[in-house]
């Protein structure tokens, strides 16, 4: 059992009111995914920042992910990232990685990318490119490390909503923050970090503007099986008009989907029966487009038998087309895991700041992006080791965290870096959106000759493993 203090918001009958309090911490962290649980353990490890108290405020009941290790989910989960090496390395460095499940992640050492409008592709082929690991493994493996380090100092809430946020004084510049809870305490802080994703309070709070743009695109994540295992570690990805749909290897005979496309088209795919949905995801990385469009036609309009049918004969005629190599694809999907489909919108973020006055943004709360090159968490995890280094210096200095001047390195550091890759993820989508003919042939080239190149193809698989 987890031993580190958990307050939980749930009220019992009493016939004395219980009283409210106020806790005081250095650290404030609202948010326990994966980038406000590592933030948490990883002060807990520095051998400086231990010494800090920390708070750790979750909305949502933290059991599922306590009971993941002791009984996981008998099929996989639909909620999954491709972990770096980079991430991998500092999740070890912090002592996490150890109480990672094992015999759930699934490390690849390819990337096969191709277009859907010409079949030009490339191929990335390196041993350390990354793992699909569970959001809630990860997450577990973090909350088990925060227990394993057993500090008192550290308290968590969960099953509690954050009502408000103010300063403890009517002056910004010297007030501390002071986090109203659903359960009727208050959390005042000398340092307030956001992990509370894209519609973040506390970013509102710092008054810190985000700017951006919705890409008018859903993301349709899905647990599917195989028809048979795959061993050979590759993730998928066809860049089609609507938008990229990418199979991502899990162990044995499991994988998982991510594939953005219109929101008409996203409802449709979630609502469809389950053997539809399989041959049209199948569809998705093999046919070319114009059957795709016919076959969503029929979707759209339940003639699900014809659908089926056709689809059956045209992907036996097509495959078997001598310049066809059916090794060229992934293999072929055989069902989907029941109620693991879903979808979410796609958009551009980026805060204009991650940091003002004892306030600092990590994650989802300073930055999304779109999941087409699968860095959202890595950036997250890469925020985190910046701040604590950030914090750390701070201390032997013998400043004031919530300081701006302690605070100011982090952001100095990671909005730069971040700002790169998020321009860089956007322009590739708006470029495989284009079905342009002149534009379509200029992409084929430009990928037919990157892919000839090795020493650039050996400097962009760096970026994406993060090594």
């Known amino acids: 059992m987890l031993r580190f203090s958990i307050q939980r918001s749930t009220r ?11 806790h005081l911490t250095d650290v404030a962290i609202i948010g326990a995914g994966p980038a406000g649980l590592s933030l948490a353990a990883a002060l807990k490890a520095n051998p400086t920042t231990k010494s800090l108290s920390v708070g750790l405020i979750e909305g949502s009941s933290l059991d599922p992910v ?4 002791q009984s996981p989910p008998e099929n996989f989960t639909n909620r999954v990232s491709s972990i770096t090496a980079q991430s991998v390395d500092y999740l070890e460095h912090i002592g996490a990685w150890k109480f990672i499940d094992q015999a759930r992640i699934e490390p690849f050492d390819n990337i096969v990318a191709y277009d859907g409008l010409s ?18 493994n990860l997450q577990s493996c973090l909350l088990q490390r925060i227990e394993e380090l057993n500090d ?26 002071v986090i109203q809870l659903s359960n009727g305490d208050s959390v005042k802080t000398r340092l307030l970090v ?15 503007e985000s700017r951006g743009w919705a890409y008018d695109r859903f993301g349709v994540v899905a647990s599917l099986k195989l028809k048979y295992e795959d061993y050979r570690s590759i993730a998928w990805q066809r860049f089609l008009p609507t938008g990229p749909v990418a199979l991502l290897p899990l162990p044995e005979k499991n994988a998982t989907m991510v594939w953005s496309t219109t929101p008409e088209l996203s409802k449709l795919l979630v609502g469809l029966p389950e053997d539809v ?20 036609t029929l979707a759209q309009n339940e003639e699900y038998d014809e659908l089926l049918s056709d689809i059956k004969w045209r992907f036996e005629n097509y495959t078997s087309k001598p310049t066809i190599d059916i090794e060229d694809f992934p293999i072929a999907l055989e069902s989907v895991i029941p109620q693991s489909r879903a979808r979410f919108p796609l958009k551009l973020s980026h805060a204009d700041s991650y940091v003002s006055n ?8 300073a930055h999304t992006t779109h999941p087409l090159a699968g860095q959202g968490l890595n950036m997250g995890q890469g925020d985190v080791k910046s701040l604590v280094e950030s914090l750390e210096l701070a201390m032997k200095r013998g400043l004031d965290i919530g300081n701006l001047l302690a605070l100011e390195p982090y952001w100095a550091q990671r909005w730069p870096e971040n700002h790169v890759l998020l321009g860089v993820v956007d322009k590739l989508h708006k470029l495989y959106s284009i079905d342009w003919s002149p534009v379509v042939a200029v ?3 430009g990928l037919d000759v990157v892919n000839s190149l090795p020493m650039l193809k050996d400097f962009m698989m760096k970026q994406v493993s993060g090594k």
Do not use: H
């Open 66 to 69: 306590k009971n993941f290790s």
């Open 194 to 208: 956001g992990a509370d994703g894209f519609n973040s309070p506390v970013r509102k709070f710092a008054a810190i």
């Open 277 to 296: 949905f399989i041959a049209l995801a199948n569809c998705a990385f093999v046919l070319p487009q114009v059957d795709l469009n016919y076959y969503y």
């Open 119 to 136: 079949n030009s592709r490339i191929e990335f082929d390196n041993m350390e490119m990354g793992t699909m690991c569970e959001n809630i």
């Open 358 to 365: 004892r306030v600092a943004l990590v994650g989802d709360a």
């Open 12 to 22: 019992y009958f009493s016939t004395s009111i219980p009283r409210q309090q106020q």
């Open 443 to 445: 992409r084929s080239w």
């Open 152 to 177: 008192p100092t550290l308290k968590i809430w969960d099953s509690t909503k954050v009502t408000n946020i103010a300063n403890d004084t009517d002056d910004a510049a010297n007030g501390w923050p």
